[in-house]
DNA sequence: CTGTTAGCGCATTCAT
DNA sequence: ATGAATGCGCTAACAG
């Protein structure tokens, strides 16, 4: 591999020459950097990445940690991150935190391999989280609340979400309301409930611990969650499930059971993923900005990385989508 | 920050020895390995990712190349690129191809910031793929054709796939044939295109070229192509899009003019993505076999890695998917 | 504008 | 088992 010193020496320069020429200082004229230019090509010259860093002790890229690549993480949050990020000239990179201190992500929060990162994934612990964040690494957490000098967070209001979302079965006609949670220790889980609690509250409902069902964030969960319902003496007549892939498991169950949405119950999801306008019906659910969530939590970052002083805390409200799984027409 | 010099002073030991112990050498005794395991953790030290690859001339990591990382790319994929990274004790990160030479891929392409590539981006320049790949840096392509002693392709068999998909409209009785292709310049497409053609051949169906509209890919391409196909006089009885997404878009065409499927056409996809089991009707679509795509193009990046000499070129079969977008029943 | 030089932090000899 | 020394490839300060 060519190395720098071969494209100086080809052309006939010093070695910081081709240095200054390749970074495109200006105390460099024109023809030697030509000259410098030509050599590198034809030596197919590439500089050496981890060599710059180190110099330069910083890399010109941030990280975003999601616990799953495969997932269906959100692809308008990752828009809206990769957006800011280029127009800040920034390089972005997406990294799964599966594995726990193993890690991908573990390895490009501590090893300097990244200025910054945005982290999606409950499965990165708050400590290694807090341990990582430091002067010249903020990291902006989306799904957790986090404390530290060089942590930020930026949160969608999950309980004015939720609190809509249930206000919304309420309006309905909806009077006997069950919640279908995700993982307990959910930061976004525990929030939604808080919501939907809330509205129950405030117009009176009772609160039945019975409806609380545990789907776990995901599809299958969702649909087993529902069964349970169903397999209880009493159905509610509403459903706030928590988010929309439990909503779409909890179809499906009420498909093979009979109990036809909205007629027999209203159902109501969170998120407004990409299928929710395909099921049948389709579903009502809470959207989230997630482009501006990406884009804002990008910003933080090199708002943070520029050594200006923000606030810590950041929140973002939601919408609801009105589709026809919880209108009662 | 703590460098493993701070480490070795602190631990009371030499530069090396601390640099031996953390990296699990067996020259080392426990009794110091734990102190200088001690020391480390007391500074929260951690090293300098940059530094150590630079030395070592390799990252143990790879990178999957994606055009858009926020796109609906396809999660099985990763899903199997990630299990036999992980497998092999490597990294795995996902950078986009957006803004063409200073993108993201193309810095991790020619920066040795990785020791392999996964390209899924047809917006890498065959050039760029090729002058990349060298020994020690093998490059896996998905979406093309390649020829390189260190690039490697493995692609599903879109022809066959698209053969069958083709054919199996005519077993279902449909006679006038329309395709709805992708970007004329996308491999894959080509591919599709030739098995469809090769099936109106086999059972003497002639082609029109009235009936070859271009839908690029995307849901609205895939919508507008439709409609277009609608506006001219004579219906085809059956359809094959190039992928799902284009399908799904001519469903919505479709029903806005009143006109049902399978009823009155036959619509059939390829990919088999998500969405496909909630489109009404459910999408008879050619499922890829993404995951094991994925994993072998891993595969493939360490068997060269280790030194092994292997094949150029790989193909992986399809299957159909019957559901009910192209059955008369 | 150019050349010389000194590290960036680490892994790896080679001697002890 | 250890310590000293070397250099990975590059950047940037400094002196010309």
């Given at each position: 591999m060519a190395t720098i010193k071969d494209v100086a020496k080809k052309a006939g320069v010093a070695l910081s020459t081709a240095s200054y020429a390749l970074n495109n200082s200006n105390k460099i004229s024109e023809a030697t950097?030509?000259?410098?230019?030509?050599?590198a090509r034809a030596l197919n010259y590439k500089k050496n990445g981890p060599a710059s860093d180190l110099k330069r002790t910083k890399t010109n890229t941030i990280a975003l940690i999601l616990s799953?690549?495969?997932?269906?993480?959100?692809?308008?949050?990752?828009?809206g991150v990769q957006d800011v990020a280029m127009s800040n000239g920034y390089d972005l990179i997406a990294c799964n935190s599966i594995g726990g201190?193993?890690?991908?992500?573990?390895?490009?929060?501590?090893e300097k391999r990244v200025d910054g990162a945005i982290i999606l994934a409950h499965n990165i612990s708050d400590t290694i989280a807090l341990e990582s964040a430091k002067n010249g690494f903020p990291i902006v957490v989306l799904d957790r609340e986090l404390e530290g000098e060089f942590i930020f967070h930026v949160e969608v209001d999950n309980i004015q979400g939720a609190f809509?979302?249930?206000?919304?079965?309420?309006?309905?006609g909806a009077e006997k309301l069950a919640f279908v949670s995700g993982p307990v220790n959910s930061f976004d889980n525990k929030r939604r409930l808080e919501g939907f609690e809330k509205a129950l509250e405030e117009y009176n409902i009772s609160k039945k611990n019975k409806w609380k069902l545990s789907g776990d964030f995901t599809r299958e969960g969702g649909y087993r969650a529902t069964n349970l319902l169903i397999a209880q003496q009493e159905l509610p007549d509403g459903i706030f499930y928590a988010n929309d892939?439990?909503?779409?498991?909890?179809?499906?169950?009420?498909?093979e059971k009979g109990i036809t949405i909205p007629n027999d119950i209203l159902i109501i999801g969170f998120d407004d993923i990409n299928l929710t306008e395909f099921t049948n019906?389709?579903?009502?659910?809470?959207?989230?900005?997630?482009?501006?969530?990406?884009?804002?939590?990008?910003?933080?970052?090199?708002?943070v990385l520029h050594g200006e002083e923000i606030k810590h805390h950041y929140s973002l409200p939601t919408s609801l989508i009105e589709r026809n799984s919880a209108k009662l027409t």
């Open positions: 950097r030509k000259k410098v230019e030509e050599a799953d690549l495969s997932g269906p993480f959100y692809s308008e949050l990752i828009q201190n193993d890690s991908t992500a573990v390895k490009f929060l501590r809509s979302a249930t206000e919304y079965l309420i309006q309905q892939e439990m909503a779409i498991g909890g179809m499906k169950a009420f498909e019906p389709p579903l009502t659910t809470i959207r989230q900005p997630k482009y501006d969530a990406g884009a804002l939590a990008t910003h933080l970052i090199f708002q």
